[in-house]
């Protein structure tokens, strides 16, 4: 029942975020935003959830784990609810922020609570596969109900339906997770604004850069912000007796290979489901009912992938399952970017989802995995928060970068070359599968 609970913040999350991706054409059109304006939206939730994850992860440890999640429950749900009554693209943003404050304190503590459940390294990588399966299924009701409550209701609904969820998790963990207590420490508040600023200032000088250009003063701004602030980060984190990261935990290989990819991972999977939507509504003249439906397949992989995920790393060994999965999933890729369909479903984009879905299921698990199987008492909340800041920093960054680059390819203000965009996702990829690769043989 623990597990159960802690599992809805996972599915929540993913759901959500799973809805607001299938209805970005519609809100798009109801808000009268533009492309960039659009990726403003999904970036600014990013950008907030991977700034302050690390934070997260540090409140978690610090003042207990369940009530930190209930806290980061609270402020998400009612975030997600005042999304649905935004009557523009400034309120809608503003939402967005406050649901990525919510799910950076929600997250961590839940993983938190999940690691304190499961002690061994063998659990571990079991739960992390329930974990991955309950993501997927997230997703698989998400592109179902985001098609469904979009065509039937508008995109405002998107931000009603996963409140109930919401309410009856937050319930069974009260209900069923023990009090866990705090560790005595301090919050390295600097560290947490400089993260934030740096990944802010990243994201917004490539989102600025798809409708000015990588030259224009704002981009270049914008992303020597965010550079210096990640460097001052570093320096930070160096000198503070309370880090909100401690350095040496990348003395680690298996920590530091594992938040590689996982950074990787982030901006192909945010940037897929922020793009493939689309793909599909404008170029591919699907509603966003067939959409959702379509991409059942995808979302019923990524379930069946994460289950499986356990069971490869115990055949192979976990160093060669990452290589492993990450090669099926840059397949998926590529097959995606030279799929021939140009209008409808295809059999032969069905091949492309499920190779897809079968390598995000298996890549992310294991990824999160290796992250996480050696944590030390006291670490749970930093390891697990610094794994799903790198996969939110990799969305946030990712996205900005992938749109940047797939609206300047399209050459017509306010479009988006997909084809330009999927090879993008595909080089992620082969970057992860040479990080993973070099990792294994040493």
Known sequence: MAMAGLASAMFLVILDAAMVNLAGSRIRQG??????????????????????????????????????????????????????????????????????????????????????????????????????????????????LGGTLT?????????????????????????????????????????????????????????????????????????AAGLVSLAAFVVVERR??????????????????????????????TSLFFFLPQYQQDALGMS?????????PLAVMIIVGSVLAPMLAKRVGPGRALPTALTVLLAGFLWLAWDPTTSGFSASLLGAFLLIGTGLGLGAVNATAMAVRDSADGEAGLLSGLVNAAQQLGGA??????????????????????????????AFVVIALAVSLVSAKR
């Not at 065509?151 to 996963?162: I, S």
């Not at 309370?242 to 990787?264: D, E, H, I, Q, W």
């Not at 966003?288 to 059942?296: D, N, S």
Request: some cysteine; proline content about 5%; glycine content about 16%.
């Open 31 to 144: 808000l009268g935003l533009t492309a960039a304006e659009l990726t403003a939206v999904v970036d600014s939730y990013l950008v907030t959830f991977a700034g302050l994850l690390l934070l997260g992860g540090r409140l978690a440890d610090v003042l207990g784990a369940r009530k930190v999640f209930l806290a980061g429950m609270a402020a998400y749900l009612a975030a997600t609810a005042f999304c649905a009554l935004a009557t523009g693209g400034g309120m809608l943003i503003a939402g967005r922020i406050g649901q990525g404050i919510g799910a950076a304190v929600l997250m961590p503590a839940a993983l938190s609570l999940v690691l304190g459940l499961y002690p061994s390294p063998a659990e571990r990588t079991r739960a992390m596969g329930v974990w991955g399966a309950v993501a997927g299924a997230g997703s698989l009701a998400g592109v179902f």
């Open 151 to 223: 065509e039937l209701l508008g995109w405002q609904a998107v931000f009603v339906a996963p409140v109930p969820f919401g309410v009856v998790g937050a319930l069974v963990v009260w209900r069923a997770v023990a009090p866990v207590p705090g560790r005595p420490g301090r919050f390295d508040a600097l560290g947490a604004v400089t993260i934030t600023v740096g990944i802010s200032g990243l994201a917004l000088g490539m989102v600025s850069a798809s409708d000015a250009g990588w030259t224009a003063l704002g981009t270049i701004i914008g992303l």
């Open 240 to 269: 503070s007796a309370r880090p909100l990261v401690p350095l040496g935990v990348f003395r680690r290989k298996p920590v530091v290979t594992a938040n590689l990819v996982m950074v990787l991972i982030g901006g192909t999977l």
């Open 288 to 296: 966003p009912l067939a959409t959702g439906m379509t991409q059942l």
């Open 397 to 426: 960054v990712g996205l900005a970068a992938l749109a940047g680059i797939a609206i300047g390819a399209a050459g017509t203000h306010g479009d988006i070359s997909f084809t330009t965009a999927f090879l993008g996702e595909a």
